[in-house]
């Protein structure tokens, strides 16, 4: 008797109550697989139940995949429907579960996206029941505007190519007029690119665009050294045209992290909102460690702007020789 007990429970345990749905996300599609133990279809079509009892709404609209697939666990105790529709989205809303007569059954849902690194990460999670048949995950718009701008931001401060150009920019000084013109010139370069990129217009080799910027380094370090007078018009240039180049190297991250189709205007403003966030904070505390340094006296800030100016020069002809 007591040997019957530990088989039925052995045999009951063996089940989990679990019926488990995985949502990938990426900039392109969104794939769903489903993994329903074999007793919980009594013998019914997998295809037919799952098909008719989940409802998943991409940003509101009904999952709808292009490309459908059945197979058979390796135990063959359970059986796996997966799912594609080239179609991404913001905000996914499931309405399960997907075995509602065996209320010990609780459908698990998982949602991962893709990263700025294109690895997966966990960005929902769903416990669907009888009483608590539906719910809704995702970044939504707010959302995805918040994690852009978190983006930018992380990518200009951990830049040091793009840091050492703004600040050789900036180093030789000029009136508050005449810095804000150098920043907007490169903004303006640097806006224009990102978005060619990162909308598939232009797509210039990282061979070509990470020399580029490093030899940018190198130039604007060197004219610090050379340059007799204000050059004001010579500087504006020089801003703008490695600006364009450095646009092509901020679109790489923006790249991999992959724009959501849904919200591509939304996600480049707030990548570029994130930049210039990054990028101000830098130039403000440039800003007033030079203004300090001049109040020095002159000799001070000639000395500063000399020998930062070789460092820089230094950094870029290190990167260039390391790229090419």
């Not at 989940?54 to 796996?80: M, N, W, Y």
């Not at 992959?258 to 939304?266: D, F, M, S, T």
Request: include cysteine; glycine fraction near 10%.
């Amino acid at each position: 008797m007591l040997l019957l007990v530990v088989t039925s429970l052995t045999t009951q345990a063996h089940t989990l109550p679990v019926t488990g749905v995985v949502i990938h996300c990426d900039a392109g599609s969104t794939a769903v697989a489903v993994t329903v133990h074999l007793p919980l279809l009594a013998g019914a079509d997998p295809a037919g139940i799952i098909a008719a009892r989940l409802h998943i709404r991409l940003d509101g609209t009904a999952f709808r995949p292009s490309t459908i697939e059945i197979q058979r666990g390796p135990q063959s105790d359970t059986v796996t429907w997966s799912a594609k529709e080239w179609r991404p989205a913001l905000t996914i809303a499931v309405d399960a579960p997907l075995f509602p007569d065996h209320p010990e059954d609780t459908t698990v849902v998982l949602i991962y996206q893709k990263d700025h690194g294109a690895q997966d990460r966990l960005s929902g999670r769903m416990i669907l029941t009888p009483g608590h048949p539906a719910d809704v995950a995702g970044d939504g718009l707010l959302g995805t505007v918040r994690r852009f701008v978190v983006m930018g931001v992380l990518h200009i401060l951990s830049g040091p190519d793009h840091i050492l150009f703004v600040l050789g920019l900036i180093l030789t000084g000029g009136t508050v007029r005449q810095l804000l013109g150098l920043i907007t010139a490169f903004t303006l370069a640097h806006s224009i690119t990102l978005s060619l990129t990162a909308l598939n217009i232009a797509t210039p080799s990282p061979g070509i665009v990470e020399p580029a910027i490093a030899l940018s380094i190198i130039v604007v370090g060197l004219e610090n050294l050379w340059r007799h007078g204000a050059n004001y018009r010579l500087r504006v240039g020089v801003a703008f045209g490695f600006g364009i180049f450095h646009g092509f190297g901020f679109a790489g991250a923006l790249t991999e992290a992959g724009l959501p189709e849904q919200a591509i205007g939304w996600s480049l403003a707030a990548f570029n909102l994130g930049v210039e966030c990054g990028q101000g904070c830098i130039l403000l505390l440039a800003l007033q460690l030079l203004h300090a340094i001049d109040r020095t006296g002159p000799i001070a800030r000639q000395v500063t702007t000399r020998y930062l100016s070789i460092a820089i020069a230094i950094a870029g002809a290190i990167w260039f020789i390391d790229r090419i």
